[in-house]
């Protein structure tokens, strides 16, 4: 017998807003769920069960006193541990900072989603400082895929792909540079967000490469997406990359159908290297919009170039005083990729960074005739965990530099995506980009929720 | 550049940013240096005018 869904944000929220479930019964139901599927799952590092316990009972008291309670009233979620949660320290999957004192304060992320009545319950296992596409660490260990515990969750956010997918949370935040939502969001078969660059606050956030940071969130329904970025949207005046622009809400439109949206595949270097389980899940999806157009981007491998070298050079920089004083101290998969970001030569990042506008302008050519476009999120379903190398278009290549080949030339010039899973026979999930043109997240969630209400695609519940 | 050539750049760009390296370190760090001098010809190869602006804090 097939076991159902695991219960989405939006139901929570529903059945606490109607009196029908108390936020204090959720979070002991989470907490429970935590102490019993995590020594598998790995993705928390930390559970603030106090913490959770007396905002739900706040919460709660709030409903008795016949007060109006917030679109994620009662709605458990975590965070990915470079997300400052105060009285934590912010370890970004780090032996380093571990050592750092606790956070004063929480991110502007989390003061959103808790002023929406959500309710932290911890911080999530990553990949060391976000430079990782695998969900392998150290210090922690790896994150494991709830489809199957011998496989790669995906990195960086690994342990956001982990407790969302294994139904301990309905909604996780995540931080992708380079693809680090999108990449455990197809490896464990889930929805995630990107926003578009600077629309996300990162402020309260251990950063890796700030010309390419985002945070976002990641759920198991396109609603549940919608409803925790509509509560973290909005300007703030400590991410000074974060736009001044108004609350632009997706929800109230998810439904809206896609009649008239113009919808292209990718072609190109967005198949010359996809596995087959990669090129069906994008033809299904493609399928099933009638997208039948195919549109080359210009450039894309120089583009991923070009995220390559910024990200290994700034990384470096950011690291460089505790490479310098601390370099045992590190994830040896990510010291010895940070060591050699230390020597790349300034032209090339500058030259990278002036490539990154002429792309920027090309690809939003494109948009003038299209809505949106879509692309395989990752070449192939979840390696197994340890594996260091996969076969990409005939070659062996090594694995942890190379999973984010479809994922950085859209976020190297911050377009939004959703990532979309889907399952096609009894094998694992694999995400497919719904790419949307800068500020558009409404588009691309439409098409996302049109596609889940048809259910071409949907986050399946894991073996118990 | 050949493995000497990286070699002598490791060397040189570690002794110089104060980074010390253990020698078991070495064959991982020249195969990402490797990996990313690569990506960099990729991005030198393309012309671009020399009133071209780069993108530092970059606005969609």
Same mark, same amino acid.
């Given at each position: 017998?097939?076991?159902?869904?695991?219960?989405? /944000?939006?139901?929570?929220?529903?059945?606490?807003?109607?009196?029908?479930?108390?936020?204090?019964?959720?979070?002991?139901?989470?907490?429970?769920?935590?102490?019993?599927?995590?020594?598998?799952?790995?993705?928390?590092?930390?559970?603030?069960?106090?913490?959770? @316990?007396?905002?739900?009972?706040?919460?709660?008291?709030?409903?008795?006193?016949?007060?109006?309670?917030?679109?994620?009233?009662?709605?458990?979620?975590?965070?990915?541990?470079?997300?400052?949660?105060?009285?934590?320290?912010?370890?970004? !999957?780090?032996?380093?900072?571990?050592?750092?004192?606790?956070?004063? /304060?929480?991110?502007?992320?989390?003061?959103?989603?808790?002023?929406?009545?959500?309710?932290?319950? !911890?911080?999530?296992?990553?990949?060391?400082?976000?430079?990782?596409?695998?969900?392998?660490?150290?210090?922690?260990?790896?994150?494991?895929?709830?489809?199957?515990?011998?496989?790669?969750?995906?990195?960086?956010?690994?342990?956001?792909?982990?407790?969302?997918?294994?139904?301990?949370?309905?909604?996780?935040?995540?931080?992708?540079?380079?693809?680090? *939502?999108?990449?455990?969001?197809?490896?464990?078969? *889930?929805?995630?967000?990107?926003?578009?660059?600077?629309?996300?606050? @990162?402020?309260?956030?251990?950063?890796?490469?700030?010309?390419?940071?985002?945070?976002?969130?990641? /759920?198991?329904?396109?609603?549940?997406?919608?409803?925790?970025?509509?509560?973290?949207?909005?300007?703030?005046?400590?991410?000074?990359?974060?736009?001044?622009?108004?609350?632009?809400?997706?929800?109230? @439109?998810?439904?809206?159908?896609?009649?008239?949206?113009?919808?292209?595949?990718?072609?190109?270097?967005?198949?010359?290297?996809?596995?087959?389980?990669?090129?069906?899940?994008?033809?299904?999806?493609?399928?099933?919009?009638?997208?039948?157009?195919?549109?080359?981007?210009?450039?894309?491998?120089?583009?991923?170039?070009?995220?390559?070298?910024?990200?290994?050079?700034?990384?470096?920089? +950011?690291?460089?005083?505790?490479?310098?004083?601390?370099?045992?101290?590190?994830?040896?998969?990510?010291?010895?990729?940070?060591?050699?970001?230390?020597?790349?030569?300034?032209?090339?990042?500058?030259?990278?960074?002036?490539?990154?506008?002429?792309?920027?302008?090309?690809?939003?050519?494109?948009?003038?005739?299209?809505?949106?476009?879509?692309?395989?999120?990752?070449?192939?379903?979840?390696?197994?965990? !340890?594996?260091?190398?996969?076969?990409?278009?005939?070659?062996?290549?090594?694995?942890?530099?190379?999973? !984010?080949?479809?994922?950085?030339?859209?976020?190297?010039?911050?377009?939004?995506?959703?990532?979309?899973?889907?399952?096609?026979?009894?094998?694992?999930?694999?995400?497919?980009?719904?790419?949307?043109?800068?500020?558009?997240?409404?588009?691309?969630?439409?098409?996302?929720?049109?596609?889940?209400?048809?259910?071409?695609?949907?986050?399946?519940?894991?073996?118990? | 550049?050949?493995?000497?050539?990286?070699?002598?750049?490791?060397?040189?760009?570690?002794?110089? +940013?104060?980074?010390?390296?253990?020698?078991?370190?070495?064959?991982?760090?020249?195969?990402?240096?490797?990996?990313?001098?690569?990506?960099?010809?990729?991005?030198?190869?393309?012309?671009?005018?020399?009133?071209?602006?780069?993108?530092?804090?970059?606005?969609?």
């Amino acid at each position: 017998m097939t076991e159902p869904p695991f219960p989405t /944000a939006a139901e929570i929220a529903h059945r606490v807003t109607d009196g029908a479930l108390r936020a204090a019964d959720v979070i002991e139901t989470t907490l429970q769920r935590i102490a019993q599927r995590d020594p598998v799952l790995n993705s928390f590092t930390a559970v603030t069960a106090h913490r959770a @316990r007396v905002r739900a009972g706040a919460i709660d008291a709030a409903h008795r006193a016949g007060q109006r309670l917030g679109p994620l009233a009662g709605v458990p979620f975590a965070v990915k541990n470079l997300i400052d949660v105060a009285g934590l320290p912010t370890v970004a !999957g780090s032996r380093i900072n571990r050592e750092h004192p606790p956070a004063k /304060a929480d991110a502007t992320l989390v003061v959103r989603l808790e002023r929406a009545g959500a309710i932290l319950v !911890g911080a999530l296992n990553m990949g060391e400082y976000a430079y990782d596409f695998t969900g392998e660490n150290a210090h922690d260990g790896a994150a494991r895929n709830p489809h199957d515990p011998t496989r790669m969750t995906g990195g960086s956010s690994s342990g956001s792909g982990g407790a969302v997918a294994g139904g301990l949370v309905p909604i996780a935040l995540g931080s992708d540079t380079n693809g680090s *939502i999108r990449v455990p969001a197809s490896f464990c078969g *889930i929805f995630g967000l990107k926003p578009t660059y600077g629309r996300l606050s @990162r402020a309260g956030s251990f950063p890796f490469v700030s010309s390419l940071d985002h945070l976002g969130p990641l /759920a198991r329904s396109t609603a549940d997406l919608a409803l925790a970025y509509d509560a973290m949207q909005g300007p703030d005046p400590y991410d000074p990359v974060c736009a001044d622009r108004p609350i632009e809400p997706a929800m109230e @439109r998810i439904d809206a159908g896609i009649a008239g949206l113009r919808v292209a595949v990718a072609d190109g270097y967005f198949r010359a290297g996809a596995g087959p389980e990669a090129l069906a899940a994008l033809d299904h999806v493609a399928a099933a919009l009638d997208a039948h157009a195919r549109i080359e981007l210009p450039e894309p491998a120089r583009a991923r170039a070009a995220a390559y070298v910024i990200s290994t050079a700034e990384g470096a920089t +950011l690291h460089l005083q505790r490479l310098r004083t601390r370099a045992a101290d590190f994830d040896p998969e990510v010291r010895d990729r940070l060591i050699a970001g230390a020597l790349v030569p300034a032209a090339f990042v500058q030259q990278a960074q002036k490539f990154r506008r002429w792309y920027r302008d090309a690809v939003q050519k494109l948009f003038d005739g299209l809505d949106a476009i879509l692309a395989p999120a990752t070449p192939c379903t979840a390696p197994l965990i !340890g594996q260091k190398t996969f076969v990409l278009d005939g070659v062996e290549m090594p694995l942890r530099p190379n999973i !984010g080949l479809y994922t950085q030339p859209i976020s190297f010039i911050g377009l939004p995506v959703v990532a979309v899973p889907v399952v096609l026979g009894e094998g694992l999930p694999i995400g497919v980009q719904i790419i949307a043109a800068p500020w558009r997240e409404d588009v691309a969630l439409r098409i996302a929720h049109e596609l889940e209400m048809r259910g071409v695609v949907y986050a399946p519940r894991p073996p118990a | 550049m050949n493995d000497p050539e990286l070699d002598a750049w490791i060397d040189a760009g570690t002794a110089l +940013l104060g980074i010390p390296i253990q020698p078991e370190w070495r064959a991982a760090i020249r195969l990402h240096l490797t990996i990313t001098f690569g990506h960099a010809d990729t991005v030198l190869a393309f012309e671009l005018p020399d009133e071209a602006e780069p993108a530092p804090v970059f606005r969609a």
